[in-house]
């Protein structure tokens, strides 16, 4: 099988080096990869969201099956232009990726089954959502909409730092990720992250993770990408695994799937254990 995977992360340096051990792969690419994952597949310079001339790459190479890491070419349809023509492809639909695409999809989408997350309302008119956060008063989260390369959220200590964050977002600061602002409710607790593997029914548990997200030492300065992770995550115990399970990973599976748009993939939960 001739394997093509999409992205240039660590994720997708983590996937090349378990795939490369598979007695079923004859041939590993990735594109457009990284120094690491050179050592471990054939990478091609192509930029993770340029469609067209992936589907030209998997063509000339007889690509089997493409995995697609990077959340940006999951939201813009790659999975649907690839399946089109034949290409058996790992990874949400476009309709379905709005859950890591959009949080206002997310926390309206919880809303309605009843899924746990914090207090929230969304805006797209600054005035209103600056009426909003005084209302509320400080700590309060504010959060781009869409993809930001994980830099789109301000944990505002003040309501001075809460209007900047919603002026810089809707200004333009994340370009389309902010035309529209998250407000939510901020809690404090620490952080986990939690996978499962779905095939838009059913929902198998993964491992856990952490990751560290501020710039500075001592979790200061503003969010990244994230600094470092690790997994497990000591937070999530059994008991707390099998109430995320239950409570978060099969309702939000279930109410996609009520909604029309059965969710396909890892999907991955961002938690704040109280």
């Avoid at 192509?46 to 940006?72: S, W």
């Avoid at 600056?130 to 390369?149: F, H, S």
């Avoid at 030492?217 to 992770?229: I, K, L, S, V, Y």
């Avoid at 059994?238 to 978060?248: A, D, G, L, S, Y």
Wanted: proline share 5%.
């Amino acid at each position: 099988m001739d394997v093509l995977v999409i992205g240039s992360g660590g994720r997708e340096h983590a996937l090349c080096w378990a795939l490369r051990k598979s007695p079923l792969i004859d041939n590993l690419y990735c594109t457009p990869g990284n120094g690491g994952i050179a050592n471990v597949a054939r990478r091609v310079n192509l930029d993770a969201t340029d469609t067209d001339g992936i589907l030209l790459l998997c063509r000339d190479k007889n690509i089997d099956f493409v995995i697609v890491g990077p959340e940006a070419p999951l939201v813009n349809g790659m999975v649907e232009r690839l399946e089109a023509v034949g290409i058996k492809t790992f990874g949400p639909t476009a309709a379905a990726a709005q859950l890591e695409g959009s949080k206002g999809f997310t926390k309206d989408l919880c809303a309605r089954y009843n899924i746990p997350t914090a207090a929230y309302q969304r805006f797209s008119d600054a005035d209103a959502a600056a009426a909003y956060v005084r209302e509320q008063g400080t700590p309060i989260v504010v959060k781009a909409d869409g993809l930001a390369a994980g830099k789109g959220v301000t944990i505002a200590q003040t309501v001075d730092e809460a209007l900047t964050a919603v002026e810089q977002t809707l200004g333009g600061k994340f370009g389309d990720a902010g035309n529209e602002v998250v407000i939510e409710a901020f809690l404090e607790g620490e952080e986990a992250s939690f996978f499962a593997l779905v095939d838009g029914e059913y929902a198998l548990e993964l491992e856990t993770a952490q990751d560290h997200k501020t710039v500075g030492e001592g979790d200061t300065g503003p969010n990244t990408g994230g600094m470092g992770a690790y997994s497990p995550a000591p937070v999530m115990t059994p008991q707390v695994r099998t109430r995320v399970m239950e409570e978060i990973i099969k309702p939000t599976v279930a109410g996609m799937a009520a909604d029309g748009i059965p969710y396909k993939g890892v999907l991955f939960a961002g938690l704040m254990i109280t």
